[in-house]
Each structure stands twice: as structure tokens, then as C-alpha cells.
């Protein structure tokens, strides 16, 4: 099966920085990548799906991008409410695995 | 408005079974396949099982392979989850998540509160 690692697992940033969190495959799964913010307490939320497809409703400082093994979402200026853990996903096949996540902190 | 209400979820004991519910509204409930995803307390997200719209594909993680079995009435727009040999390791909240897309594989564009399950003696 294929595994997705997801890198940092935590981080801790400032108000207006840029964040970058990677999600790297075990083999190739071309764009079929989706990524999912959880607040603290609260369900999952779609944020991107097709490595880079922004869903509606999502704020634009949110990015997603890559193809193949290596993926990236981008926070373009961190906000407050941003606060959360972030988990990629595939589903070129299935079983449907999750990275581990990324927990997102305001220093 | 999609909505997704799981219920069945309580304390069990270890081999003991438990049945979850999904019932959804909101959407044409046979169009699209339906799964069941994971939460253990403080940890991250596992994929547990999906199936197709139809109901004739299902897939199941290693994990729950053999004790597990999703299922779907789509007359009553409900889809369950049948678990049968529980562990204490399968103590989690359990969501319950529409796929954008008739068939799996798919991404997960709705969620339900979730259930939690509690294996112990």
C-alpha cells in the first residue's frame, strides 16, 4: 500500500508568515491529493482537492500544488484562525490514507 | 443543505459488536459513495471503509479487513457500519463522509459530527 508522510508534524508561526507543509508519497499518485484542515474540537474541512484545486468558500491564501510523490500546501500569510491540523490525503486507489498531519500553532 | 448524523456509538467491550448509522439528507444519496473514517482520542485520521453508490464495490482498510462490514440502504438514505470483534484499538470518534463522486477511490467533500466508540471492559 501506499504511504503518505506528511512533514513537520507541528510547526509554530507567526501572524503573516508564510507556512509550507509537505506531503510526500510512497509511489506516484499523480494529483489525486486532497487536503483537509481540523480545528481544534471540530470535523474535517475540505480545503483542496486535485493537488491544487481550491474549494469554494476556502480563503485564497491557501494553495495547494504538486503532482507525482510531492505535494505541498501553502499558507500564504498565516492568520489566527488558521490554528488547526492539517491532513493531506490520496485517493488514486484505494485504501484512501491520510498523512499523519501537520499541527499548525500562532507563536 | 448536506447533512450527515451518525448514532449507535457507546461503550463496548472488547469481542463485543456495534452497529453504526449515517443517516443523510440533503442529496441524492445513491449518487454517491459514502465512507467511514476514523478518529482515536488525540490522534490523526484513518481511513476505515467506503462503498459505491450502488453499493456494489466496498473497501476496507487492513485494520478492520474481517471484522467490518459497510453496507447502505438507499431507499432510506442511511449507510452503517457493522463492527464485530472489537479491540480496544478501535476506540475512536467515527465520521461519517460523503465522496464527491458515485464510485471510490474519492475525496470526502461533507463529514458528520462523528460517533465515538469506546472498547473496554
Known amino acids: 500500500d501506499i504511504q503518505m508522510t506528511q512533514s513537520p508534524s507541528s510547526l509554530s508561526a507567526s501572524v503573516g508568515d508564510r507556512v509550507t507543509i509537505t506531503c510526500r508519497a510512497s509511489?506516484?499518485?499523480?494529483?489525486?491529493l486532497a487536503w483537509y484542515q481540523q480545528k481544534p474540537g471540530k470535523v474535517p474541512k475540505l480545503l483542496i482537492s486535485?493537488?491544487?484545486t481550491l474549494q469554494s468558500g476556502v480563503p485564497s491564501r491557501f494553495s495547494g500544488s504538486g503532482s507525482g510523490t510531492d505535494f505541498t500546501l501553502t499558507i500564504s500569510s498565516l492568520q489566527p484562525e488558521d490554528v488547526a491540523t492539517y491532513y493531506c490525503?490520496?485517493?488514486?486507489?484505494?485504501?484512501?490514507?491520510f498523512g499523519g498531519g501537520t499541527k499548525v500553532e500562532i507563536k | 443543505e448536506v447533512q450527515l448524523l451518525e448514532s449507535g456509538g457507546g461503550l463496548v467491550q472488547p469481542g463485543g459488536s456495534l452497529r453504526l448509522s449515517c443517516a443523510a439528507s440533503?442529496?441524492?444519496?445513491?449518487?454517491?459513495?459514502m465512507s467511514w473514517v476514523r478518529q482515536a482520542p488525540g490522534k490523526g485520521l484513518e481511513w476505515v471503509s467506503a462503498?459505491?453508490?450502488?453499493?456494489?464495490?466496498?473497501y476496507y482498510a487492513d485494520s478492520v479487513k474481517g471484522r467490518f462490514a459497510i453496507s447502505r440502504d438507499n431507499s432510506k438514505n442511511t449507510l452503517y457500519l457493522q463492527m464485530n470483534s472489537l479491540r480496544a484499538e478501535d476506540t475512536a470518534v467515527y465520521y461519517c463522509?460523503?465522496?464527491?463522486?458515485?464510485?471510490?477511490?474519492?475525496?470526502?467533500?461533507?463529514w458528520g459530527q462523528g460517533a465515538l466508540v469506546s472498547v473496554s471492559s
Open positions: 463522509a460523503k465522496c464527491l463522486q458515485p464510485g471510490p477511490p474519492a475525496y470526502f467533500d461533507y
Open positions: 440533503g442529496f441524492t444519496f445513491s449518487n454517491f459513495a
Open positions: 462503498l459505491s453508490g450502488s453499493g456494489g464495490s466496498t
Open positions: 509511489q506516484g499518485i499523480s494529483n489525486y
Open positions: 486535485a493537488a491544487s
Open positions: 490525503q490520496k485517493y488514486s486507489s484505494a485504501p484512501l490514507t
